[in-house]
């Protein structure tokens, strides 16, 4: 298989070797359209937006990849394998599950505990731990300070459920040091290791578990720029 893949209409060469990778296809397009310069749209395949354009005169993609492992997978898969991406950084939303990560402060994922049963198919019941980059951890914790955000690195949990009766579990995580929840990075990190490619997570609080506080629908489309620009200085800074 070449490019184009099922999934991605894009020619060779019309996606950049670091992506950012929101859920959302309205916030590649929200990104694409009010941080990045001289974007243009080369996915709609499943409205799938992704766009390219410049960051501070590095050259970007954004690219959305739906919700869950299985999506992200998808997208993943054929951005490292088909595209040469390299570097792939997923700005997302999360829930806390700590009292001291409030709503809409950021979340830089060091690592990610996973439910899915993916990783298990793929080594065969081996405990693989799902790992971010640390440059890339160290430069986006580095810039997050440097900018006087609200961030935390460590951490998280991609669970496979978004409605989840079992809540108990949370309370688990969260006394065994676990920051947030949320639904992709496990996946993403997976495959960036099998394809020597980098990660790395980064995901905006959306909704607070304990406290059942949460932003609007609206608010998580629209108000993670703080977080997308923290992921695409990372990119430059990183390399």
């Known amino acids: 298989m070449s490019a184009p893949t099922p999934h991605l209409e ?3 060469g019309e996606i950049a070797d670091a992506v950012l990778l929101p859920g959302d296809p309205l916030r590649a397009q929200f990104i694409a359209e009010e941080l990045l310069e001289g974007a243009s749209c080369y996915n709609r395949v499943r409205n799938a937006l992704g766009f390219t354009g410049t960051w501070q005169g590095r050259r970007v993609s954004v690219q959305g990849t739906g919700m869950g492992m299985p999506s992200i997978g998808i997208y993943a898969t054929e951005l490292f ?32 505990h996973t439910n899915s049963s993916m990783n298990e198919r793929r080594f065969r019941g081996v405990d693989f731990a799902p790992t971010a980059s640390f440059d890339l951890v160290a430069t986006a914790a580095r810039l997050a300070g440097e900018r006087g955000l609200a961030a935390h690195v460590g951490t998280i949990f991609s669970s496979d459920l978004f409605y989840d009766d079992d809540t108990d579990v949370f309370d688990l995580l ?16 997976t495959i960036a ?21 949460l932003l609007s629908s609206e ?8 977080m997308a620009a923290l992921a695409l200085d990372t990119v430059v800074a990183a390399g």
């Open 193 to 213: 290791a099998a394809h020597g490619g980098k990660a790395l997570c980064i995901a905006t609080v959306s909704d607070h578990i304990p406290t059942g506080e």
């Open 81 to 112: 394998r088909f595209y040469g991406v390299g570097t792939a950084i997923r700005v997302g939303s999360c829930g806390s599950i700590q009292p001291r990560v409030g709503l809409r402060d950021v979340v830089i994922a060091l690592s990610a």
């Open 10 to 12: 894009a020619r060779e």
């Open 174 to 189: 969260a006394r065994h040091g676990t920051l947030a929840v949320e639904m992709e990075a496990a996946a993403l990190y």
């Open 219 to 226: 608010e998580r489309q629209n108000g993670f720029a703080a």
